[in-house]
């Protein structure tokens, strides 16, 4: 089975500073889908960025980014320039590819965003 | 447009009550979820429909029982609550087959049981 780690269960980042959160997995499989999802207190998940496997090309999204390094099975998520607005809990997340839809997430990781 | 809801939003019961949770999706997908995030934070997968058949059901007690009418709707019924049962549940669909597969998630249900 399938299991998402996040070592850390909170961070602080100044706001405009850069921050990074990391995220181990275990899996046997060689394709899969990763992702990092954003839960604000108003509780609505939201996704940030994903990741497929087979790309080595790292994803990135406006100011987040991700570091994939699939032979360590890691996948951290670079947060620049943050704002206040990205306080939050960060999930990561596993999906197989082709196979089960379920979505196996991390514990989380809270995020504060200091002015 | 509301892509994903559930109702209620919020629901205080007492043990041993039953009561449901409505989801809806208005973005014509064919698979439908219920996850289960606990006071911790952490997010489970519950079940899974696709076009109204389960595909997923994660070792979740037999007091829970999913109901798809059709694709577009997944209902969470819960017999004889407890403690234990309060946590946030969310519903989520996907459409499968294209590409990533993104799951969309409804706002949750604050389920607490007293």
């Known amino acids: 089975a399938q299991t998402v780690t996040q070592s850390q269960p909170e961070m602080s980042v100044q706001e405009a500073e850069t921050v990074t959160l990391s995220c181990t997995y275990d899996?046997?499989?060689?394709?899969?889908?990763l992702f990092w999802y954003k839960q604000p207190p108003s509780r609505q998940m939201i996704l940030v960025i994903r990741q497929e496997a087979y790309k080595q090309q790292n994803a990135t999204e406006n100011r987040f980014s991700v570091n994939f390094q699939k032979a360590a099975k890691s996948f951290s998520l670079k947060i620049s320039d943050s704002q206040l607005g990205d306080a939050a809990m960060y999930f990561c997340a596993f999906k197989e590819w082709g196979g089960s839809e379920k979505l196996v997430f991390g514990k989380g990781m809270k995020l504060t965003v200091n002015p | 447009d509301t892509a994903v809801s559930q109702t209620p939003k919020y629901l205080v019961t007492q043990m041993g009550n039953d009561k449901s949770i409505k989801c809806e999706q208005n973005l014509g997908h064919d698979t439908m979820y219920w996850y289960k995030q606990d006071s911790k934070k952490f997010l489970k997968i519950m079940f899974s429909y696709n076009n109204k058949e389960l595909i997923i059901n994660e070792t979740v007690p037999n007091r829970f029982s999913p109901k798809s009418p059709d694709k577009a709707h997944l209902n969470l019924h819960i017999n004889s609550l407890e403690l234990g049962d309060s946590a946030v549940y969310f519903c989520?669909?996907?459409?499968?087959?294209?590409?990533?597969?993104?799951?969309?998630f409804g706002p949750g249900t604050r389920l607490t049981v007293l």
């Open positions: 899996t046997s499989e060689s394709d899969y889908y």
């Open positions: 989520a669909s996907s459409q499968v087959g294209q590409g990533y597969n993104e799951q969309f």
